[in-house]
């Protein structure tokens, strides 16, 4: 059973998705006036690198973002100074700009439209692809494509054509407030507020009840879904209460323990995600081979519960067990698949190899969940490693070392136990005139706080 449960009184406000009370869907909702996806901009083109073929456009406010010109539709120029409407398709990082399109996109329930290219998808959820296409192949005209939702699998041709015009018009209406800029800036906000993550979500998962935390927007909710059971539950933290919390917590930790002894562990690199599949605890009763295949099956949905709940995008690669059998990697590989293909976000398999190898790309629009909750240790500077007490205690040697020679009246030195219990049993600088001070902290440090001659 999947509640949609929604803490909407605090500044920050939340949405997730429990099923039978896991976590498979969050979303966090921040004041924020950084770039967004989604957010639409009048650009200014300041520079063009042809050996990349691509552009870096001036978004206003001291913004800036990163173009390919492939992106640039054909109508539009492509020299330096050319002023542009722009979207942001990928937020920006602390090495990377923000990447924009100039196919620009207006989504609605039943579809979303793109000026710039000229095709037609239809949602992977979407059985009968062919009759939803000829509904709409004859209402487009030049420089128009449709993504078709899965919302529309019923939908009449008129209802289309409905959605396809009020999409129209919001394009025109952009381009004529683009026309009246004499400066780069904002044409659009994508902050699209609690509300329409929830209404997302509703459609989505389709959840039984959806429990709230702030009056007026349970009002709101019961207006719009008259069909839904709309729960208030006033709480300090509903996330908390509900147990969501300590879900969340978790995914801050690397380690993820399967219910049938096995884990995962996820790293993310410069480059990509790292998740490699462990036996753990995990005994079978069979041959290796089948134990194996097991623990590499019952792993598949935990990672993309991960993978959704972490937002990994780019490269994902993803190290099962080796040592399946030729038909156990057939019914992995068809386990990912099917997996793959019930995910909003593009999932894809990009390769599978005997060894057990796995290669998944996703396609990346937000910061993941730890760059929206973490930042950077500053005691470790992001290695996830300090300096051991062994190494302190040599660094602390040397350091005193050039101390002595001044033949100092008295050194105040503040440590850690551990640290200083390496020091000592150095059996160096016995005589020395020291003060210890020893600091109750976890990570392992010494400073040398005053030297009096």
């Known amino acids: 059973m999947k509640k949609l449960i929604?803490?909407?009184?605090?500044?920050?406000?939340?949405?997730a998705v429990l099923n039978d009370d896991v976590l498979i869907d969050i979303?966090?909702?921040?004041?924020s006036e950084k770039v967004q996806v989604g957010d639409i901009f009048y650009g200014f083109i300041q520079k063009i690198d042809r050996k990349m073929e691509a552009a870096f456009v001036d978004l206003g406010n001291n913004s800036k973002g990163f173009i390919h010109l492939k992106d640039i539709p054909e109508s539009y120029d492509k020299t330096q100074g050319a002023k542009i409407p722009v979207q942001i398709v990928r937020e920006g990082s602390a090495t990377k700009l923000p990447l924009l399109t100039g196919v620009l996109e207006f989504s609605g329930d039943l579809l979303i439209y793109l000026y710039g290219k000229e095709y037609i998808s239809v949602s992977k959820r979407i059985v009968d692809k062919n009759t939803l296409k000829q509904k709409v192949e004859t209402l487009l005209v030049e420089n128009e494509a449709l993504i078709i939702r899965s919302n529309a699998e019923n939908a009449t041709k008129e209802q289309m054509q409905e959605a396809l015009t009020q999409a129209r018009e919001k394009h025109q209406a952009l381009l004529k407030e683009a026309a009246k800029r004499k400066k780069p800036g904002l044409l659009l906000s994508a902050a699209s507020g609690i509300f329409t993550c929830a209404k997302q979500f509703i459609q989505r998962y389709t959840p039984t009840e959806i429990i709230t935390d702030d009056f007026e927007f349970a009002k709101t909710l019961e207006n719009?879904?008259?069909d839904k059971q709309v729960t208030l539950k006033k709480s300090a933290d509903l996330f908390a209460d509900m147990g969501i919390k300590a879900q969340m917590d978790r995914l801050?930790?690397?380690?993820?323990?399967?219910?049938n002894g096995s884990s995962l562990f996820i790293e993310k690199t410069e480059a990509m995600w790292v998740v490699d599949v462990n036996s753990g605890r995990f005994k079978g009763t069979t041959a290796k081979e089948k134990t194996v295949e097991s623990v590499?099956?019952?792993a598949v949905p935990e990672i993309l519960r991960q993978i959704r709940l972490r937002n990994m995008s780019g490269m994902i690669l993803v190290d099962f067990i080796g040592g399946m059998s030729d038909a156990g990697h057939r019914e992995l590989y068809e386990a990912l698949e099917a997996e793959t293909r019930e995910e909003y976000i593009t999932t894809q398999v990009a390769a599978l190899s005997q060894s057990g190898l796995l290669q998944l790309t996703r396609?990346?629009?937000?910061?993941?969940?730890?760059?929206?909750?973490?930042?950077?240790?500053?005691v470790c500077?992001?290695?996830g490693h300090v300096a051991s007490k062994e190494t302190l205690a040599f660094e602390l040697e040397r350091e005193l070392a050039g101390i002595m020679q001044s033949e100092p009246n008295s050194i105040q030195i503040i440590t850690t136990e551990d640290v200083l219990d390496t020091f000592l049993d150095l059996n160096i600088f016995n005589n020395a005139p020291i003060d210890w001070e020893v600091a109750d902290e976890r990570v392992p440090f010494y400073q040398i706080a005053r030297v009096e001659n």
């Not at 929604?6 to 949405?15: C, G, M, Q, T, V």
């Not at 801050?252 to 219910?259: K, N, S, W």
Request: glycine share 0%.
């Open 381 to 383: 500077y992001a290695t």
């Open 252 to 259: 801050a930790r690397p380690v993820v323990h399967l219910a």
């Open 363 to 378: 396609r990346k629009k937000q910061q993941s969940f730890l760059e929206v909750t973490t930042m950077p240790c500053p």
């Open 296 to 298: 590499n099956l019952k």
């Open 6 to 15: 929604i803490s909407a009184a605090p500044i920050e406000k939340r949405a």
């Open 224 to 226: 719009t879904y008259p």
């Open 27 to 31: 979303e966090i909702v921040r004041p």
